[in-house]
C-alpha cells in the first residue's frame, strides 16, 4: 500500500519561506509523476506544482510561479516544495499526490485545465502565512 506523507509546515510571516517535503513509501519504485495541490478554508483545492519524475519536467500554478520550486529525491522516494517570498493568500492545507501508473497531464491540471487523478494522496500538512 503506497503511503505518502507530507511535512514541514508550519506558521511564517508574508515574506518567509517553508519546505514541504512528501515521503512516498510502500513502493518498490520511483513514482511515475507527483504533484502538490492546496485547499484554504472554503475554496476549491487547486492545483500549485507538478513533477514528471523520470525527465525532471516541473509545472507550476501562475500564482506561485517565481516563488515555489518543485524537487525531488528520487533515492529518498521524496518530493518537495520550496516556498520563498510567501503571502497571505498561500494559506492552505498543503497536499501532495502521485501515481506510478498513468499520469495527468500536469501541464493541463496545474492550469486548472484539467483533474487531477492521481491515484494516492497524503493527508496534508498545514502552512499559515500571516501578514
Known amino acids: 500500500q503506497v503511503q505518502l506523507e507530507e511535512s514541514g509546515g508550519g506558521s511564517v510571516q508574508a515574506g518567509g519561506s517553508l519546505r514541504l517535503s512528501c515521503a512516498a513509501s510502500?513502493?518498490?519504485?520511483?513514482?511515475?509523476?507527483m504533484g502538490w495541490f492546496r485547499q484554504a478554508p472554503g475554496k476549491e483545492r487547486e492545483a500549485v506544482a507538478g513533477?514528471?519524475?523520470?525527465?525532471?519536467?516541473?509545472y507550476y500554478a501562475d500564482s506561485v510561479k517565481g516563488r515555489f520550486t518543485v524537487s525531488q529525491d528520487t533515492i529518498k522516494n521524496t518530493m518537495y516544495l520550496q516556498m520563498n517570498s510567501l503571502k497571505p493568500e498561500d494559506t492552505a492545507m498543503y497536499y501532495c499526490?502521485?501515481?506510478?501508473?498513468?499520469?495527468?497531464?500536469?501541464?493541463?491540471?496545474?492550469?486548472?485545465?484539467?483533474?487531477?487523478?492521481?491515484?494516492?494522496w497524503g493527508q496534508g500538512t498545514q502552512v499559515t502565512v500571516s501578514s
Open positions: 499526490a502521485a501515481d506510478y501508473y498513468i499520469c495527468p497531464t500536469l501541464r493541463a491540471v496545474v492550469a486548472g485545465e484539467s483533474p487531477a487523478d492521481f491515484r494516492y
Open positions: 513533477i514528471y519524475t523520470g525527465a525532471g519536467t516541473t
Open positions: 510502500g513502493y518498490t519504485r520511483v513514482s511515475h509523476c
